[in-house]
């Protein structure tokens, strides 16, 4: 099939079926190379980069996009909104204290190494917290996550006995130094990181998938196709936590304490869905690039001026600039801006095909209803 | 008997929260936004309450004739300049943009201010009339008066003047209401002023009544969302009936065990009511339909 | 075809009584609908069309009576359910997933049953897409196979709800006003489409106010009025009974009307 083939040839040959093969989009091969490069990259930066602080950052912004990749697997495919995902974070923190604690792991890789069971812990409560939030839709879903999550700060708060109340839990960090110390923690966050987001992949390409996007764009109408809606949220609500939860378990033993305040922490949730949302809520690059862009300057501000109440105000005001801003997110404005420079392109194309054809017969052009966009 | 002195400071404390609340669930209601500044507002409001008191001399109450129209003009402001350019998902997008907000106005008040516990003062904070063994602080009665006052001026408002019809179309369907010219924006705008004013108003009493710093507001904001959802998102009345029956209840629970267990009885007594009725007390059937 | 001898029927309405408030929308209805037939429900607005169809697929309880779907009693079974039976439906104001594209609407509609782990796999398998491809083909749709749902035009997006039914293989489609805003090229498409479909063997009820799209396409119609049937028939007989015709226009035209033969009365207006 020869086509008077603009700058860039759209048909590849590899696959020319018209339904499936998406030409407005990057090519499969291209979308590989780019996330290759992204790991090596990400693989290689604490081997190049020595200063301790910055892999420190690199470690904290691991953490992020583990959690970022969670977070979306969940409210980013469903829809709903959960802010309130901290619960999970702070079950995490909290389940390896603990471990740690009452079975006496002695600081060193037996702290990292029962990173999942956090995430399992987190998982597990997921499914009650799942049956009672997701009762609700949208706002009410969204304040009610909320609440839950107060809900278990405060009973952290209370039970001193277990969890230390507000004077917090120590997690001895393990006894290595210097960058012995942060890239274990780096390796390992990345490699969980790099396990969600191919959860995350999977997820996308099921029918279960299928299933929450439906719910999203509207869920009576994918109840009534058969779509079992409240499993395929309470799942998406589970594995999501699982990965939430795992992402926890890593920060205690990395910060060497866990308090109330910070392991149930309201603004960790605000700092995920910022991150997805600049990224691209939904999409399966989204949380990563929001989490690899804000999140070291997240971590970085937080370094320079905490201490500072002008951290607050500059944080707040970077806020409000980004969500007016970039409405809909880095990936999905930009992949549609291609998306659009390659249609009308290949439109032209077309019609010009269209035209030699017409001039050669007398078959009207495009007698398929649809063929004309708006036309119909 | 102590319970009986727990539910007296409920129900005078419910007056209170109810006014904070009203603002947060009527701004719900016709933008559907969750205004996750109102805490913060309410502190605003109280420490300009305390500015002008100390600094003018004036009595607390005299200060809202300034504060009102200065937080509503403020409320006005934030959604034309913030919200009102928010095309898509509106639902998140308003309430990270408040979330933000209420960020930088807690970063400038401590800046201005500082960490330190302040209260407004006036010479009838600390008295109160007693009735057998009861107690009756005088500020908390002199607060619900006001919150009663206020309330009662809203529903006027609400129900009597043309600007609360063209509200109460836009709640219910902001299409249609367009559709007969009103102008949802500027329906909006003067909401969330309203909004903000109401809020400043508690934000006076609860000056008066409770010492406060900047992180004050993310006690209050938890707790003006549980009372707005279990009254229903929108419905004034539900946040009222809300506040008081929250109210009693944490400070039934603070007195029979103890006041932490008030606090978590909060939460709890949300995600219950929630399980059983999804829309609040009063809620619409939105939250359980798309 | 005229016919007067019984048919068999697919779906019994019997009884079924709804009200809202005091709005009585459906008030002891009773009907049936032939099974291999094009069947079509009309009536003047307020008639209870569309609230029928509510009961008939799930969406609505009604408040008294059954709906039977060859011989299966499915009043009370929610939407998915009736789904499942296969019994498909469109609606007045066209629903689709906006933000997923022509091909992902498609094959979340062709998920039928199936058990948690089939989920797993890619939504779509090569069979799958086959189908897909061939629905598409079908209805037109096929140079729009990527496109954002959303971005269609109206008329496209009543073909994709179409197509969303046509992929699940009911047994029987309804089609609640599917000629409301659309042109004459693409309603005739339609109607081709909804014979060849027929002839396949899917029944079809039909809701409309088109009366030529009714009477051209429909081999018998229904009528109702004020929440119940007035008569059924073929449709050059219901169109001339002089009830139907007081039933739309209110006049009382009740002298002089003769019973037609091959016209069933199946209660009062």
């Not at chain 1, 081997?47 to 980013?76: Q, R």
């Not at chain 2, 507002?41 to 109280?46: C, D, H, R, S």
């Not at chain 2, 960490?115 to 009838?124: D, K």
Request: proline share 4%.
């Amino acid at each position: 099939m020869a086509v008077a083939a603009p700058a860039r040839d759209l048909l590849s040959p590899r696959e020319v079926d018209p339904v499936f093969y998406d030409r407005f989009a990057l090519s499969k091969r291209t979308r590989a190379i780019a996330w290759l490069v992204l790991g090596a990259i990400l693989i290689a930066f604490p081997i190049v980069i020595t200063n301790a602080t910055a892999v420190s950052i690199g470690v904290f912004t691991m953490l992020f996009l583990l959690a970022a990749v969670g977070w979306n697997i969940f409210s980013g495919y469903s829809g709903y909104i959960s802010i309130g995902h901290a619960v999970y974070y702070g079950f995490g923190q909290y389940t390896v204290a603990l471990l740690i604690l009452h079975l006496g792991i002695q600081p060193g890789a037996g702290e990292i190494a029962i990173a999942p069971l956090g995430g399992l812990v987190a998982a597990a409560v997921a499914v009650p917290v799942g049956f009672l939030v997701l009762r609700v839709r949208r706002h009410t879903f969204i304040v009610l996550t909320i609440a839950v999550m107060f809900i278990f700060q405060l009973l952290a708060f209370n039970f001193p006995s277990i969890t230390g109340g507000s004077t917090g839990m120590n997690v001895p960090p393990p006894l290595w130094t210097g960058t012995h110390f942060t890239m274990p923690f780096y390796y390992v966050a990345l490699g969980t990181a790099i396990v969600a987001l191919v959860v995350s992949w999977g997820i996308r390409r099921s029918k279960f998938g299928l299933g929450l996007l439906a719910i999203r764009d509207d869920e009576d109408r994918a109840k009534g196709l058969g779509i079992k809606v409240t499993r395929a949220k309470l799942i998406a609500l589970v594995t999501s936590a699982f990965f939430v939860g795992v992402a926890g378990a890593l920060y205690a033993p990395f910060v060497g304490q866990v308090f109330p305040q910070f392991a149930f922490d309201p603004f960790y949730d605000l700092y995920l869905a910022v991150f997805v949302f600049v990224g691209g809520l939904g999409t399966l690059s989204g949380p990563v690039l929001g989490a690899l862009v804000l999140g070291p300057i997240q971590k970085y501000s937080e370094i320079q001026f905490g201490a500072t109440t002008l951290y607050l105000i500059v944080y707040g005001v970077l806020f409000v600039l980004i969500l007016l801003l970039l409405p809909r997110g880095i990936v999905p404005s930009v992949a549609d801006r291609y998306r659009s420079i390659l249609a009308s392109r290949w439109r032209r194309a077309e019609e010009r095909r269209a035209a030699a054809t017409a001039a050669a017969t007398t078959a009207p052009a495009g007698s398929e209803v649809g063929y004309q966009r708006g036309g119909v | 008997m102590l319970v009986l002195q727990g539910i007296i400071d409920g129900i005078l404390a419910g007056g209170l929260y109810a006014l904070m609340g009203a603002g947060l669930t009527l701004v719900f209601g016709v933008m559907e936004v969750i205004n996750f500044a109102q805490g913060i507002i309410v502190v605003l409001g109280a420490y300009l309450t305390y500015v002008f008191s100390t600094h003018i001399g004036v009595d607390p109450f005299v200060t809202l004739l300034i504060t009102i129209p200065i937080m509503f003009v403020f409320g006005y402001g934030v959604y034309e300049l913030l919200l009102r350019p928010i095309k898509r998902d509106r639902v998140i997008m308003s309430l990270l943009v408040m979330y933000a907000v209420a960020v930088i106005v807690e970063g400038v008040l401590d800046l201005a201010f500082g960490g330190t516990l302040v209260q407004v003062h006036a010479s009838y904070v600390n008295k109160s009339i007693h009735v057998g063994s009861l107690d009756f602080p005088l500020i908390y009665l002199y607060a619900f008066g006001l919150s009663a006052l206020l309330l009662a001026l809203l529903y006027l408002l609400l129900y009597r003047t043309k600007f609360g019809r063209s509200l109460r179309a836009t709640t219910q369907n902001p299409t249609a209401a367009q559709l007969v010219g009103i102008d949802v924006h500027r329906v909006s705008a003067t909401t969330l002023g309203i909004g903000v004013g109401l809020g400043a108003a508690g934000g006076m009493l609860f000056g008066a009544t409770t010492a406060f710093n900047a992180s004050s507001s993310y006690d209050l904001i938890s707790r003006l969302l549980v009372i707005v959802i279990l009254g229903g998102f929108g419905s004034v009345w539900g946040a009222m009936i809300a506040a008081i029956i929250m109210l009693v209840v944490e400070d039934v629970v603070a007195v029979v065990w103890s006041p932490v267990w008030g606090q978590t009885v909060f939460y709890l007594v949300l995600a219950l009511v929630l399980m059983f009725r999804p829309e609040g007390l009063f809620g619409r059937r939105v939250a359980r339909a798309q | 075809m005229v016919g007067c001898e019984p048919q068999v029927s697919l779906i019994d309405v019997e009884d079924v009584s709804k009200a809202y408030g005091g709005i009585r929308a459906l008030d002891g209805c009773t009907m049936s609908f032939e099974d291999g037939r094009i069947n079509g429900l009309i009536g003047p607005n307020g008639s209870g069309k569309t609230t029928l169809f509510n009961v008939m697929t799930g969406y609505e309880k009604p408040d008294g009576g059954c709906v039977r779907f060859a011989g299966d009693e499915v009043t009370r079974l929610s939407p998915d359910r009736v789904f499942g039976r296969g019994i498909g439906r469109t609606f007045q104001l066209t629903r689709i997933f906006p933000r997923m594209t022509v091909v992902e609407n498609l094959h979340v509609a062709s998920q039928r049953g199936g058990g948690f782990w089939k989920e797993l796999s890619r939504w779509s398998s090569p069979g799958e897409r086959e189908r897909t491809k061939e629905v598409l083909d079908f209805v037109g749709l096929t140079r729009l196979a990527t496109e954002q749902a959303g971005n269609l035009s109206y008329g496209q997006q009543k073909l994709l709800e179409f197509a969303c039914i046509i992929i699940a293989r009911p047994r029987v489609m309804l089609l609640d006003e599917p000629a409301g805003g659309v042109n004459p090229t693409l309603l005739r498409h339609l109607a081709s489409r909804v014979r060849e479909l027929n002839a396949e063997g899917i029944t079809f009820v039909i809701v409309e106010h088109d009366m030529e799209f009714v009477m051209g396409l429909c081999d018998r119609v229904c009528v109702m009025h004020q929440g119940r049937a007035l008569c059924a028939g073929p449709p050059e007989l219901v169109r001339e009974d002089p009830l139907v015709l007081e039933a739309y226009l209110g006049t009382d035209m009740r002298e002089g009307a003769s019973t037609v033969p091959g016209v069933s009365e199946l209660g009062g207006g």
